[in-house]
């Protein structure tokens, strides 16, 4: 292993971080013999150096879950919820250790980081106890000749792809559905946080994984790698989170075989705080809604907007707040706002806060990148934001909160829906009726309603329109990594 950090180093004593490629069941280097460095965000000095896989290696990740895919789709579903379940209880054991390596590889707050840790263990202890209840149906015919017998069968070899911004929870909410079905996989996470993904691995492997039910491959070079395990005639699944834009890219190379897809792609959440909303609570929610991870979620609310009345109530709550956050080294104990994960995101973000500024917008905090070394930028909270900027369409993936006034009820679901992303909305307000009936109205997969966080395992999450196609977690989760088998049977 190479690990050149100090802070890296001590962690590494005490968890077991991989670096190496997984390829069945055996940790080995990249055949080039090329590494990939994984950089701290916060100080941007180089944490460690992984393997940095080709198309070759990606071929040996596929063919080592090929080959273990029959076993592992013949073996008891009580035997691989087993294996979950110990896996579930070692993430627990690890949890500390797990969330610093989070935080020095991503850059998360540590209170974020740990909270990621206990979402991303509850995905392998929901699917140990939803993967023994793989339930099909028997019923008869309409015309009377026959029994119709349906079942579900695991997909096949799966190809995961994760992004950086919970490399734990994002890899375990494939990981864990796809092996309780009974499907063998190929994990690529991120480039900029593959030391994550490499623990957890690890993790399972002490948990006994058998040799090739999980391989993980990590590489700077993801096109060719990703394409050659689309276009292995040995792959049945595409399990992708990540932008649209990449997703988009996928889709088009996993039509050649006809992949079964799932695809958790971007967001540009909506928040919207009703006159009658209770502002404070509102003002809550807003916070955890914007600020998780820096505003580096899918789920982030990117755009607000606030009924007249409380416009200036809620501005002022939410100023006060966003003003008092602690942002600096995510691994720093004080830290609530870690850096964002690259120099080109910080770039990103404010291009579209300027983008907005220069249409009008006022910048009541924040409103430009921070000083100094590191990838950070700080809070910020725009009002008067005009409904052609940028910010209110892009995903902005930062602690940016433009806010935008409305008047009537009627003119903000135009508002709301005017967007091709549609994977979450969050909604305020003190009347439940009227909430579930404006719900019915978004287009969108998730609301929050009163809530500021909607993420739960037994959930199904998943977007509409360009965020996504399929759901993980909750039942429908599983399903995504079956096929579902009717056989018409004399009786
Ligand atoms: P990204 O650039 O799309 O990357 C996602 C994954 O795809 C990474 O593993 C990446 O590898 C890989 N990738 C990039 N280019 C590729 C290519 N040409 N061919 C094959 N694979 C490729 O997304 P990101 O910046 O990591 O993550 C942020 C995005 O993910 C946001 O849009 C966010 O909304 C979305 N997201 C969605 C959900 C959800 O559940 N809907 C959850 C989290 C994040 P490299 O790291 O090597 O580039």
Redesign the pocket.
């Known amino acids: 292993m190479t690990v050149t950090d100090a802070t890296m180093s001590t962690l590494v004593d005490s968890i077991e971080v991989p670096t190496e490629l997984l390829v069945a069941g055996v940790w080995r280097p990249a055949a080039s013999g090329r590494r990939l460095d994984v950089a701290d965000p916060a100080t941007s000095l180089v944490l460690a150096s992984v393997a940095d896989a080709d198309a070759g290696d990606a071929a040996a990740a596929i063919g080592a879950a090929s080959e273990a895919a029959a076993e592992w789709a013949a073996t008891a579903p009580r035997a691989r919820a087993d294996l979950l379940m110990r896996a579930f209880h070692l993430m627990l054991d690890r949890s500390e250790e797990l969330a610093r390596l989070i935080s020095l590889e991503n850059g998360k707050s540590l209170a974020d980081a740990r909270s990621e840790v206990s979402y991303a263990a509850e995905f392998f202890r929901w699917y140990a106890e939803e993967g023994v209840r793989l339930r099909g149906q028997v019923g008869r015919s309409p015309g009377g000749a026959n029994r119709l017998v349906v079942t579900h069968q695991p997909v096949g070899v799966s190809v995961l792809?994760?992004?950086?911004?919970?490399p734990a929870a994002?890899a375990t909410r494939k990981i864990a559905p796809a092996l309780a079905a009974g499907c063998t996989a190929v994990l690529?996470?991120?480039?900029?946080t593959p030391l994550t993904a490499l623990a957890v691995a690890a993790l399972l492997l002490e948990a006994g994984l058998p040799p090739g039910v999980l391989n993980v491959v990590t590489?700077?070079d993801?096109?060719p790698?990703?394409?050659a395990m689309l276009t292995d005639p040995r792959t049945r699944m595409l399990s992708?989170?990540?932008?649209?834009?990449?997703?988009r890219?996928?889709l088009r190379t996993a039509a050649d075989q006809v992949l079964k897809c799932g695809m958790?792609?971007?967001?540009n959440a909506p928040f919207v705080v009703l006159a009658d909303a209770d502002v404070d609570a509102a003002v809550d929610g807003a916070m955890v809604a914007k600020m998780r991870n820096g505003g580096?979620?899918?789920?982030a609310a990117n755009r607000f907007f606030v009924q007249a009345p409380v416009h200036d109530a809620f501005v002022e709550g939410l100023v006060a707040r966003m003003a008092a956050v602690q942002v600096g080294p995510g691994t720093d104990e004080s830290t609530q706002c870690g850096p964002l994960?690259n120099d080109e995101a910080v770039r990103k973000v404010d291009v579209l806060v300027r983008d907005a500024l220069d249409r009008g917008a006022r910048a009541l905090l924040g409103g430009r990148p921070a000083d100094g070394p590191g990838c950070f930028y700080p809070p910020t909270v725009l009002v008067d934001v005009p409904l052609d900027a940028r910010v209110l369409h892009e995903?902005v993936?930062g602690p940016v909160a433009p806010v935008v006034r409305f008047e009537r009820e009627e003119e903000v679901l135009a508002m709301v829906n005017d967007t091709t992303f549609g994977?979450v909305s969050y909604l305020y307000t003190g009347d439940l009726a009227r909430g579930l009936r404006l719900a019915e109205g978004i287009e969108s997969g998730m609301v929050g309603l009163n809530r500021g966080l909607v993420s739960d395992p037994a959930a199904p999450?998943?977007?509409t329109k360009q965020?996504?196609l399929g759901r993980?977690g909750s039942t429908e989760g599983l399903l995504e990594f079956m096929e579902t088998q009717y056989v018409a049977t004399s009786w």
């Open positions: 792809i994760t992004p950086w911004n919970f994002m690529k996470p991120a480039a900029e590489t700077s993801p096109g790698v990703v394409e992708f989170t990540g932008s649209t834009e990449v997703g890219l996928l958790e792609l971007g967001g580096q979620a899918c789920t994960i995903e993936f994977l999450f998943g977007g965020s996504g993980e």
